[in-house]
Every structure is written in C-alpha cells, then in structure tokens.
C-alpha cells in the first residue's frame, strides 16, 4: 500500500527492486529470529543452571548440623537441635554458677557461637559466715562450721553449754545452713534434745523400746550406755553372739570351777557344783580306779576328764 501510495506521486520502483527489497527483510527478519532463539537458548541453559544449584544448597542445609554439645557437669542443656541457626541454653544445678555462654547459636558455618560453659561450687564459705574463730567448710549448696573450743551452733554463735549439763550422755550438735535454713543432726545414738538444737542428748534405747513391737531389745536387762545400749545377763551367764540372749557358763570346762582332784565338776544353769562320789562301802572289798585318764590331755576337757573318773570292785 505505501509502495502504491508512494506510486502515485513519484516513479514506482520495478517488480525487481521490491523483491530484492523484501529479500532484505526476510534476512533480517532471519537474523532476528536466530538471535532471539540463541537468548532464549542461553536464558533456558542459565535459569537449570540456577535450579540445580539451588537444590544443591538445600540438601546441604538439611544435611549439615554442629557437632553435638554435652551439658556441663553439675549443670543441664536445654534444646535439643544442633541445626544451623538454632540455639541451646544451659542451667547450672542448685549451688553452682555459670561460668562461659549462657547461650550457644548453631552458625553458617557449623560452628557453635561462645564458649562451652562450666558450673563452679559457689564457695558459700566466702562471706565468712562462722563466728568466733570458728572454721568453714564449704560443700555443695551448703556449708558448716567446726566451731573453737568452747562454742557450738551452726555458725559457732552459741557458748558449749556449761560443764554441768556436758558429759557423754550430751554432745554438740553438727549444723549446717542450707539456703538461709539450719539443719543440726546428732551422733548415732543421740538426738536433738528441746528446744536447744545446739546440743545433742543420748537416746535410752532400753526406755524407748521397753514395749516395742518387735520384742525386747534383751532377753534379760538392758543398760542404756552413752550413744548406745548394751544386754546383760545374770551370774553364771554369758552374752550370745547376738547381743541380745544370756547362755550359761559351763565353768566346768572353762577352769571357772574350784572343785578338787577327786571331785567331779557338775555344770548347772547358772552354776556348777563340785561332787565327791563316794563308792558304796562293802565289807572286804575293795575297789580300783578304771576313769579313762590315760587318754592324751588334749582330747578330753576337763570337765570330761572329771566325769570318767571310774571305780570298780576289785
Ligand atoms: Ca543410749
Ligand atoms: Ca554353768
């Protein structure tokens, strides 16, 4: 149409002319498409390039923590995930302080932020709480006091009761002072006598379990001791093995007896009795000893000695 229009006012080109024209054209129109084909060729390459890369990234994020980190001795860790860009706590137990990060961050690089902390024994001991030259022991959330000669309590605030009320049946008290709180505990045997913590008196197990449940503490008597208790039993007996039950002394084969050579040594509960066997008497008759004391010493007692001791007429 412009050709034509052109036509009207100008010469018209001849039919060669637009052909070479629109050959002209068509290449470049060619080219264009080429180009415009090798762009898009070159976006399509860039754009898998990027997707594989990026997949590459992603399974490496999911694959990829910190190393494992332990909770401190005395002390917890709380979070569980060692992820990049996660973050665990730690706490120390009761009586411990924190020393190093509080807090540790998982970081790009898998390596954990901070420092790995420590708990350290609070030294309780530090405000010197025992009183007049007593000495502190520091111990775990706690701490107690050896007092000096002559004071007692739990930070040695308290006189040692006179000398009148001391003794072995009463003792001091060991205190120690958790958290502000004071807990004294006694000897074995002893107990917290009143309202005076400071002093331990000994416990009369004989009284306490006169009538208990499970029975008697002694067969016979028993005799309340400083911070214990003993049985006894009467004359001619002797403690068992238990502590508990009275058997008898067989004096006769402990040498405990005083009969004579022509005695015989008769053991009883609770005692002995010294026998002189007399052979019956008959006219003309006389008797020979037949006892069995040829036997080696070491194989009879005495008392098995005394019995064999055997008459018999002539
Ligand atoms: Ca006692
Ligand atoms: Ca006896």
Not at 294 to 300: E, H, V
């Amino acid at each position: 149409m412009i050709l034509i229009g052109l036509c009207l006012f100008q010469d018209c080109p001849s039919r060669q002319e637009i052909q070479g024209s629109l050959k002209q054209v068509q290449k470049l129109l060619s080219a264009h498409e080429a180009s415009y084909l090798q762009s898009l060729r070159n976006l399509k390459k860039k754009i898998n390039l990027l997707q594989s890369n990026a997949g590459r990234q992603a399974s490496k994020a999911i694959n990829s923590t910190c190393m494992k980190l332990d909770a401190p001795v005395n002390g917890r860790k709380l979070g569980k995930s060692h992820s990049i860009g996660h973050e665990v706590h730690f706490l120390c137990d009761p009586g411990y302080e924190l020393v190093g990060s509080e807090s540790r961050i998982c970081q790009e690089n898998l390596i954990w932020s901070g420092q790995q902390p420590t708990c350290r024994d609070i030294n309780e001991c530090a405000s010197s709480p025992c009183l007049n030259g007593g000495t502190c022991m520091d111990e775990v959330n706690q701490f107690s006091c050896v007092c000096a000669k002559g004071w007692a309590g739990a930070t040695c605030q308290s006189p040692v009761p006179t000398s009148a009320t001391t003794g072995p049946f009463v003792r001091p008290s060991r205190c120690t002072i958790v958290q502000g709180t004071t807990h004294c505990t006694c000897e074995p045997g002893y107990t917290i006598s009143g309202r005076d913590s400071n002093t331990c008196t000994d416990i009369d197990e004989c009284e306490l379990f006169h009538n208990g449940q499970a029975g008697r503490l002694c067969l016979h008597a028993c005799v309340n001791t400083a911070g214990g208790y003993r049985c006894s039993c009467p004359v001619g007996y002797d403690v068992t093995q238990d502590g508990r039950s009275c058997r008898d002394i067989d004096e006769c084969a402990t040498r405990q007896n005083n009969c004579t050579n022509d005695q015989m040594c008769i053991n009883t509960y609770g005692g002995f009795q010294c026998v002189r066997v007399d052979c019956p008497k008959i006219p003309n008759a006389t008797y020979v000893k037949t006892s069995p004391m040829a036997l080696p010493l070491s194989r009879q007692s005495m008392s098995s000695r005394k019995r064999r001791i055997r008459w018999k007429l002539a």
